[in-house]
């Protein structure tokens, strides 16, 4: 059975279902669970811009940063399961995720996905599709429909 779990979160709720799933399995199985976000400053404002935000100035990056650490935080003091590796990264997050996976001696990779058909696939793409087509391991992918998707994305 599974030893290592790694689950990538982007704090969607498509990806909230695909942790939870993350979670039942760990539990289940007695896996050791790893969690992975992937942090992206954006890509049209120079990182080192610096905001002056709360008791003083910071660079946008490490804004982003401690933003997305707080949230991964929350995200698994909420979970209640014991978390093996809480890894923050910056880059792309379907390269990241693949270049973790393979490195790391996980033996299952859980990620949500959207579904996404049609325009909205050739227009956005996926993560899940790029991990579930390149990386090394076992990929779980877990799909779930937006509540609000539109006609467009059946
Ligand atoms: P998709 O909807 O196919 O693009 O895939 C979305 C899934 O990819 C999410 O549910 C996460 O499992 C993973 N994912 C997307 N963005 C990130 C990110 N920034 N960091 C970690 N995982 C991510």
């Known amino acids: 059975m599974f030893r290592r779990i790694l689950t990538a979160v982007d704090f969607s709720p498509c990806s909230q279902v695909a942790f939870d799933m993350a979670v039942a399995l760990a539990r289940t199985t007695g896996a050791v669970l790893d969690v ?3 942090f992206q400053p954006p890509k049209t404002i120079p990182p080192e811009l610096v905001v002056h935000h709360g008791p ?3 660079s ?3 804004l982003v940063r401690e933003r997305a650490r707080e949230e991964l935080d929350a995200l698994l003091a909420n979970s209640g399961q014991r978390i093996g590796d809480a890894i923050l990264e910056d880059g792309d997050p379907a390269e990241r995720i693949i270049a973790r996976a393979s490195t790391s001696d996980c033996d299952l990779v859980v ?3 959207h579904g996404r058909t049609g325009l909205a ?3 956005i793409g996926s993560i899940a599709e790029k ?3 390149l990386c090394p391991k076992p990929v779980l992918s877990v799909r779930v429909r937006a509540p609000d998707a539109s006609w467009r994305d059946r």
């Open 36 to 38: 992975l976000h992937v």
């Open 56 to 58: 003083g100035d910071q």
């Open 60 to 62: 946008l990056t490490t």
């Open 111 to 113: 990620v949500g996905t």
């Open 121 to 123: 696939h050739a227009m």
């Open 131 to 133: 991990v579930v087509r």
